[in-house]
């Protein structure tokens, strides 16, 4: 069965950086579009970023673009997050997500698996 | 780059039809048929409900369904029961020369 299992997460002052990973089981990760949601503490759903099945194309959201780096690791099922710059409206649980598509160009449908979420919590 | 746009809440009884929509823009909702929606219980991780508008993953109850109306999309359960008292966010692909992925603000419902 399909699984993902974020890791990373904290305690981190303003201004600094954190990366959080994401383990991929029970699909072929290298098929599928990966994306990054947040979800700050008794807020909605935030998207924040996507990456294509070959790491060729990334989208953010204006709010951490230039910040937020995602990356992948095909050859290990990994999924990754670099959040540099941190701030205290990043305080948020970070899911992993797959997309049900590739994501190439920009082809992306629905995510239809979530990982567990793993809390970021930006605070002097 | 705003989020869709949802009721804060719904309610219904047990065996009853409650409908939540989602209202965005002809750049999002009503320019693309990739309208997902999705339930979450506290403490949890969202839940693929419905996606493409209106098909469902298997292993979803055919009481819920979904539709689109122009820049508005919908979801619809019926035959309410306990177990899908949550909170529910819709999503919509933007486009990738524009902000790409947009969720709804989220409906509590209460049954």
């Known amino acids: 069965q399909v699984q993902l299992v974020e890791s990373g997460g904290g305690v981190v002052q303003p201004g600094t950086s954190l990366r959080l990973s994401c383990a991929a089981s029970?699909?072929?990760?290298?098929?599928?579009?990966m994306h990054w949601v947040r979800q700050a503490p008794g807020k909605g759903l935030e998207w924040v970023a996507v990456i294509s099945y070959d790491g060729s194309d990334k989208y953010y959201a204006d709010s951490v673009k230039g910040r937020f780096t995602i990356s992948r690791d095909n050859s290990k099922n990994m999924l990754y997050l670099q959040m540099n710059g941190l701030r205290v409206e990043d305080t948020a649980v970070f899911y992993c997500?797959?997309?049900?598509?590739?994501?190439?160009?920009?082809?992306?449908?629905?995510?239809?698996?979530w990982g567990q979420g793993v809390l970021v919590t930006v605070s002097s | 780059q705003s989020a869709l746009t949802q009721p804060p809440s719904a309610s219904g009884s047990p065996g009853q039809s409650v409908t939540i929509s989602c209202t965005g823009t002809?750049?999002?909702?009503?320019?693309?048929?990739?309208v997902s929606w999705y339930q979450q219980h506290p403490g949890k991780a969202p839940r693929l409900m419905i996606y493409?508008?209106?098909k469902r993953p298997s292993g979803v109850p055919d009481r819920f369904s979904g539709s689109k109306s122009d820049n508005t999309a919908s979801l619809t359960v019926s035959g309410l029961q306990a177990e899908d008292e949550a909170d529910y966010y819709c999503s919509s692909y933007a486009g990738s020369n524009n902000f790409f992925y947009v969720f709804g603000t989220g409906t509590k419902v209460t049954v």
């Open positions: 002809s750049s999002d909702v009503g320019g693309y048929n990739y």
């Open positions: 997500a797959k997309d049900s598509n590739h994501c190439s160009g920009g082809s992306c449908s629905s995510l239809d698996y």
């Open positions: 493409e508008v209106s």
């Open positions: 029970g699909f072929t990760f290298s098929n599928y579009g």
